[in-house]
């Protein structure tokens, strides 16, 4: 029997992961995630899908690879999406947000009359998540579960999100293992695990975001300690505008640390953002997955206390708290998302600090062209918010160190625990330049086989 894949995402781009499993009857889909970013890629995402798939496996929560599922369940499919539990959790906090922001988007641009589709629709609803995650089928870390009559699979953590995971497919006849990377995490950094070492594997499926480049390395504690204490003594406030997942809990811990080596002042830390607020109690509650930093400290109550806590660190409950803090003008830090500022509670903290130079804007993420994360940080005057003209006199500052993606000497690392090549190794998840240079890097450093299939390509095997 002919083993077929298919990638209908992340195939010579980043975002839209999805690739097709086929060997027998069996049809198995790796992800289903939306495209993001550019017009063209994101109306991608209303295009049909690959329905006939009978399960589902499921590498991790970010959007790019979990997005569509509520599109498939919407047009028909009615089999199990196998993940880790905390894929699970992180899944239904993630997709239910997603639904409820396609539908605001959709009734405003309605209201204002701005689209040329009449009416413009939702990509889908928070009725169509909710249904989608009845079919999630959690399974731990490192057990063997059939997906199929033919095809099992095992989840290895990939320490890139909690919960992350590469998944090991195994073709029982043909004894074939394939390793779908999903993405690639770190090693060496606070909170997450180093990435599960993987031995063999026939075909390997590898992300390439940052597969021609490296983080910047440096002191982070002694660049952070900087930021908040220059602000600090200038009275001000820290305003940190980040990603609700994963990125909340890595400056929780970096502060947390800060406090504790006494680099810093005891400042109140506030979280304003819903979704980070439910991504961090889920982070509490499987402090097990983590770091052996975190999941090795003494006793249960000690983790519980000193995991992502700091010593006046307040979650903002309720919409009359976060106005509260937006007005107060003491020294205090505070975490809000959206991360790249395109929306979310962040703009009314960023309304209300822009204007002030005592304050600081630190962006711990990466900025796209054309949000206004962007602008601010490449130095505008002033920034258009809800319809007023801020203008811009906190300090700006950036820190580039926080990617949840290895980078290419990471991903080599990672690729040298391989006892044989595999037979084929598939780059998925990067943009053209990056994945060319590290297929170029991947076929002189080590001489395996290597392709970078393209959307819609199959490959038979
Ligand atoms: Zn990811």
Request: charged content about 25%.
């Amino acid at each position: 029997m002919s083993l077929t894949l298919t990638s209908f995402g992340a195939a010579r781009t980043v975002t839209g992961s999805k690739h097709l499993v086929e060997y027998g009857k069996s049809k198995i889909l790796v992800d289903c995630g939306q495209f993001q970013g550019l017009k063209a890629l994101r109306e991608r995402n209303w295009q049909p899908l690959p329905l006939n798939a009978d399960n589902v496996i499921l590498t991790h929560a970010h959007l790019d690879h979990c997005g569509l599922l509520p599109r498939l369940v919407q047009q028909g499919f009615r089999g199990r999406i196998f993940c880790t539990p905390a894929t699970a959790e992180l899944t239904k906090i993630v997709l239910a947000d997603a639904g409820r922001l396609q539908e605001e988007d959709a009734e405003r641009a309605n209201r204002k009359g701005y689209t040329r589709h009449k009416p413009a629709l939702p990509l889908f609803t928070e009725a169509d998540a909710a249904r989608a995650v009845t079919l999630l089928q959690p399974v731990g870390y490192n057990r063997v579960v059939p997906v199929s009559p033919e095809i099992t699979v095992e989840f290895l953590n990939a320490g890139h999100l909690l919960g992350s995971a590469f998944a090991r497919v195994r073709i029982d006849n043909e004894q074939k293992t394939i390793l779908f990377g999903g993405d690639l995490g770190r090693y060496g950094r606070p909170v997450l695990p180093d990435p599960t070492a993987v031995a063999e594997a026939d075909i390997l499926f590898l992300e390439s975001t940052y597969g021609d480049r490296t983080h910047e390395s440096g002191d982070d504690a002694a660049r952070l300690s900087k930021i908040i204490n220059d602000t600090y003594n200038r009275g001000g406030k820290v305003v940190i505008p980040s990603f609700a997942l994963g990125r909340v809990e890595e400056l929780l811990y970096w502060i947390g640390y800060l406090e504790a080596k006494a680099m810093i002042p005891e400042l109140p830390v506030y979280i304003d953002s819903p979704m980070a607020r439910e991504v961090l109690s889920e982070y509490r509650a499987r402090l097990n997955e983590l770091d052996p930093e975190i999941s090795e400290m003494a006793s249960r109550t000690e983790r519980e206390a000193m995991a992502f806590s700091t010593s006046r660190l307040r979650v903002v409950a309720t919409v009359k708290e976060s106005m509260e803090v937006q007005e107060s003008k003491k020294p205090m830090i505070v975490i809000s998302a959206s991360g790249m500022a395109t929306g979310g509670r962040v703009l009314h903290h960023l309304r209300r600090t822009l204007p002030d130079p005592h304050n600081t804007i630190l962006f711990v993420g990466y900025q796209s062209v054309g949000t206004r994360g962007r602008d601010i940080r490449d130095g505008a005057k002033s920034t258009r918010i809800h319809g007023e003209d801020i203008t811009i006199n906190a300090r700006v500052e950036s820190f580039d160190s926080m990617s949840a993606h290895a980078d290419a000497n990471e991903i080599m690392r990672w690729l040298k625990n391989f006892t044989r090549p595999p037979q084929l190794t598939c780059l998925v998840h990067g943009e053209a330049g990056p994945m060319d240079t590290l297929k170029a890097r991947i076929e002189r450093e080590l001489q395996w086989t290597v392709k970078t299939p393209n959307q819609g390509e199959r490959i038979t095997l």
